[in-house]
Each structure stands twice: as C-alpha cells, then as structure tokens.
C-alpha cells in the first residue's frame, strides 16, 4: 500500500470523512481518558510518561512517538497509506485540542462517565478509521510488521509491545489504573461491533463488508 492508494471510487468522500472524523474522535477519546485520571490505554501511559519527563503536550509527544515507530518500518519493510502518515498529526492535535477545553476533573461521579465515554468513543473511533481502509496506524503496522519478520503470533507481539510500552511508560509516571485494564477488556469487542458498522461497500459487489481484512481486524479478531 502506498499514500496515494485507495484514492479512488465512488466511495471516496464517504472513506474519506470516516478516516478523519475517526483519527480526531480517536484523539478526542484519549484525551477523555486523561482527563478521568483512572488510566489510560497502553500507548498512551507511554506519550503521557514522556510528556511528564519532557515538558512537551501528550499530544505532541503522540505526533513524535508515532513518526519514530513510522521509521521503523522501513527496515521492515511496512508501506505506508493516507491513514498511516494522517494518524500521526490528526489524533495528537485533537487530543492537545480537547485538553485545551475539557478541565480536569474531580470526584469520581465525574471521573467514572468520562472513562466509560474515553473507552466507548475510543471503539467507535477506532471502527471509524480502520473501516475507511486507508491503512493501518504507525503501532499496528510495527505489530504486524514484527509478526511477518518473526514468525510469531499477531497476540504475542502485541502483547509484548503493549507490555513494554505500558511497562516503559508507568516508569515514567504515566497513569496506569482500573481505566488501563477496563480499555483492555472492551477495546476489542467494541472496535470488531464497530468495524462492522461502519463497513464502506466494496467497490464491485455492493457488499457492506471490509473489502480485506486489515492488520487491526487481526489483531482484534475474536
């Protein structure tokens, strides 16, 4: 897949809206998470970590962490597509954008709504953008990247990679907590209900299902 790909078909602008109103609902989603100050989801305890170390915003600490996992696949040989190269601006400057106007909040009957509304818009993001098929996301490639190279399960490097992302990331004084596991427990449910959802037609059959499956259906795969 290269940038310029899927640039085409009389689905475009439909693909298009949902590629980029995912990547900033993804951003949006995050940054509720940060805000419930319960945990955030296992990248996010990493760009979280390093914003408290660099004086940086999370969100710009998003924008350099995923144009230094792109990097990484060059020597493994991932292609980049629209959806790749967006995911590393949009979602940290929606993230620095919704941080900007949603104030900390305090006491958990204000806490608890904000997770569950982080993790749920989090899923609808997520089917959103992966269902425009305009590629995967800077972390999914590098998962799924690894696994071609290795041999190994698309689960078990991704399992390892969120480990030590989550592991690297609490050290740093990231926020790990109920909102981390809770994420865990439902990301992948609701983004495989959503992916469904928001399935564009294929181009020749009229059918409503993903053309071909993606490196996140994989990973998210039941």
Same mark, same amino acid.
């Given at each position: 897949?290269?940038?310029?790909?899927?640039?085409?078909?009389?689905?475009?602008?439909?693909?298009?809206?949902?590629?980029?109103?995912?990547?900033?609902?993804?951003?949006?989603?995050?940054?509720?998470?940060?805000?419930?100050?319960?945990?955030?989801?296992?990248?996010?305890?990493?760009?979280?970590?390093?914003?408290?170390?660099?004086?940086?915003?999370?969100? +710009? +600490?998003?924008?350099?962490?995923?144009?230094?996992?792109? @990097? @990484?696949?060059?020597?493994?040989?991932?292609?980049?597509?629209?959806?790749?190269?967006?995911?590393?601006? +949009?979602?940290? @400057?929606?993230? $620095?954008?919704?941080?900007?106007?949603?104030? $900390?909040?305090?006491?958990?009957?204000?806490?608890?709504?904000?997770?569950?509304?982080?993790?749920? @818009?989090?899923? +609808?993001?997520?089917?959103?953008?992966?269902?425009?098929? *305009? #590629?995967?996301?800077?972390?999914?490639?590098?998962?799924?990247?690894?696994?071609?190279?290795?041999?190994?399960?698309?689960?078990?490097?991704?399992?390892?990679?969120?480990?030590?992302?989550?592991?690297?990331?609490?050290?740093?004084? #990231?926020?790990?907590?109920?909102?981390?596991?809770?994420?865990?427990?439902?990301?992948?449910?609701?983004?495989? *209900? *959503?992916?469904?959802?928001?399935?564009?037609?294929?181009? $020749?059959?009229?059918?409503?299902?993903?053309?071909?499956?993606?490196?996140?259906?994989?990973?998210?795969?039941?």
């Amino acid at each position: 897949m290269s940038i310029a790909s899927g640039l085409h078909g009389r689905h475009l602008t439909r693909r298009l809206v949902q590629l980029y109103a995912g990547l900033t609902l993804y951003g949006v989603s995050s940054a509720l998470l940060v805000r419930s100050g319960l945990g955030l989801e296992p990248w996010g305890v990493l760009h979280q970590g390093l914003a408290e170390k660099s004086g940086l915003t999370i969100g +710009v +600490v998003s924008i350099i962490v995923g144009a230094l996992v792109l @990097l @990484l696949w060059i020597p493994i040989r991932q292609r980049p597509g629209l959806g790749t190269v967006s995911n590393v601006f +949009v979602i940290g @400057l929606a993230m $620095d954008g919704t941080l900007a106007l949603v104030p $900390d909040s305090h006491g958990l009957a204000v806490r608890v709504p904000l997770l569950a509304a982080g993790i749920v @818009l989090n899923g +609808v993001a997520t089917g959103l953008y992966i269902a425009a098929r *305009f #590629g995967p996301g800077p972390r999914d490639g590098l998962m799924t990247g690894l696994h071609r190279l290795t041999g190994r399960s698309i689960r078990l490097v991704r399992t390892a990679i969120e480990i030590a992302v989550v592991a690297t990331g609490f050290l740093l004084g #990231g926020s790990v907590g109920v909102g981390t596991v809770l994420y865990a427990l439902a990301i992948g449910p609701l983004a495989q *209900f *959503f992916l469904r959802w928001f399935a564009v037609p294929e181009p $020749d059959s009229g059918s409503t299902a993903v053309a071909t499956e993606t490196p996140k259906q994989a990973i998210l795969r039941p």
